[in-house]
């Protein structure tokens, strides 16, 4: 991993590198790590932000949505005069701007099983924010197969869950909390439901703070742990997530190092 930074990149990252924690090598391992983002919605939008500005070398983002104008009241990628534009294209049109110095990747598709494994395999990590089972699962499904880290979050109302799913290192996966029984349980969505705009901000900032954790092997993961946040409370609570040894996506799966 060449760790020579330019000057554009030295002044650009220079908060991140003052970190004893991050330093240049730290900054250099960023720019060579890679980013999958599912959904360029609510949590999308900040974790693609807060990704790309800190440096992540390559963030693919993929979605088959375009732009309305009830997006806007959470979804910071997208602006008014992008309405009706895909959102992978109006992401890419706004990370580009914000970070020149990254590649970014869109991939204007609905995730599928035909193309979640080999999405998913490109890259180092997976931040799945998407708004449905189905897609969680296959997201999930395609994490385990390839040893690939997965930072999950999700809201609804004025509350909002995260975590770090990493089987291939001895934790438990997305199905060990969440098992295939609750797929059809119709829990409702942001559509039918609603959201307070600023809590898909909070669980994507902290999504995105955990996904570059991962990636920079910095302090403790949330892996085996789910946060829990109310809103209204003020209230943040953790609970532990224990791997189910029967567990149909990662029960059989060695640790892999």
Known sequence: MPLDLTENEIQRYSRNILLPEIGGTGQARLRASSVLIIGAGGLGSPVACYLAAAGVGRIGIIDH??????????????TTDRVGMSKAASARQTLEALNPEI?????????TADNAADLVARYDLVCDGCDNFKTRYLVNAACVEH???????????FDGQLSTFRPH???PCYECLFPRAGEGGGSPSCGDAGIFGAVTGVLGTLQATEALKELLNL????SGRLLLWDALATRFTTITIPR???????????RHD
């Open 65 to 78: 949505d375009r732009v309305e104008l009830s997006n806007l009241q959470r979804q910071i990628l997208h």
């Open 244 to 254: 189910d040894p029967d567990c149909p996506a990662c029960g059989g799966q060695d």
């Open 103 to 111: 590649r970014i990747e869109t991939h204007e598709t609905r995730l």
């Open 219 to 222: 302090g403790e993961s949330l």
């Open 147 to 157: 040893h690939k880290t997965l930072v999950s979050a999700a809201v609804l109302r």
């Open 169 to 171: 290192l001895g934790g």
